[in-house]
């Protein structure tokens, strides 16, 4: 094992601990809200709790592997695990991009003045919610059962030509080339998930900008100068939408150029890796961010503390 593999390991298990720690969080965060406080509830916790899940499942079975094969660990995965690993990374993926898009969606909706063509959806939406996350999990499962058929475990043998090459699974020797279905359902979901969040992202904050300059010949100059709840918003939403847009569309250039490349770079590999697991990663703590949730488990925190100093006083 070289000193760049050791680094390379060193820096796959940190992602793995934060992604793992802020996506664990939020999810017992929202949990916690919509078990036990009923008065915080809202219809949209359930699609951060989805969210969180698949972000766990993404990063878990993109960078184990990965830390794995840095550190020398052979022989990690079979053709089973190969195909398991890969196919469960590849749906929760996909997972990621429908259930962002859906997000935005819902949270375009909800905001939608009462006078708009959306109103009439805002009581409906909340209904959608468990249909939606069962058509993501089967389109997603269906578009991708082709890997389970072209992955193999790696067996050290030479690969020449277009596929897919990792150092414990690669592309069937006989089967470089994807077949057209797998192709097209990949475009198809993507170009829509994408286009269907970039439109409603942009409606909900021109939404909040109008409703913000509005807002400004209302309130006095002294309260003005203070950034609205309105214009935090709107930073967390053009922050989540560009963090995505950046890390899927530049992940997705690098893999394309390392799938169809001749001769295989095993760095493009962890380049690609540490990409895909980036919005994971960072995604709960831009929605943490402003959150009413996280300031009252972080104003509870700090209440506590005063009296478990008290404690440890007395004793």
């Known amino acids: 094992m070289f000193l760049s593999d050791a680094i390379w390991g060193f820096f796959f298990i940190s992602q793995i601990c934060i992604g793992f720690l802020g996506n664990s969080l939020l999810f017992m965060l929202y949990m916690y809200t919509f078990l036990t406080q009923s008065q915080l509830k809202k219809p949209i916790d359930l699609i951060f709790i989805h969210l969180t899940l698949v972000n766990v499942l993404t990063i878990m079975f993109k960078l184990i592997p990965d830390a794995a094969s840095s550190f020398g660990v052979r022989h ?9 690993t890969l196919y469960t990374y590849r749906v929760t993926r996909g997972l990621s991009i429908c259930t962002t898009s859906f997000l935005s969606v819902f949270q375009a909706i909800t905001i939608s003045p009462s006078n708009s063509t959306w109103m009439r959806l805002k009581s409906e939406i909340s209904t959608c919610i468990f249909p939606s996350f069962l058509f993501f999990w089967i389109i997603n499962m269906l578009i991708y059962i082709h890997i389970i058929k ?48 970039m439109l409603s992202s942009i409606y909900m904050v021109s939404l909040l900008y109008k409703h913000c300059q509005r807002a400004q010949h209302v309130h006095s100059p002294s309260l003005s100068s203070q950034p609205s709840p309105e ?65 009252r488990f972080t104003s509870f925190i700090s209440k506590m503390r005063p009296i478990f100093s008290r404690k440890t006083v007395s004793r």
Do not use: W
């Open 150 to 197: 072209t992955v193999e475990a790696n067996r050290n043998a030479s690969f020449v030509g277009s596929g897919y090459l990792q150092v414990y699974c690669q592309t069937n020797q006989l089967e470089h080339h994807p077949s057209m279905a797998f192709i097209t359902g990949i475009i198809i979901r993507d170009l829509f998930f994408v286009v269907l969040m």
């Open 76 to 84: 990690f995965l079979d053709d089973v695990g190969c195909k398991a």
């Open 231 to 295: 214009i935090k918003a709107t930073h967390n939403i053009l922050l989540l939408l560009s963090c995505f847009v950046f890390f899927y569309s530049s992940n997705n250039l690098i893999a394309l150029y390392s799938f169809y490349r001749p001769e295989k770079i095993p760095r493009l590999e962890r380049i690609t890796g540490i990409l895909s697991s980036c919005y994971p990663t960072i995604c709960p703590f831009v929605l943490m961010k402003n959150n009413k949730i996280t300031f």
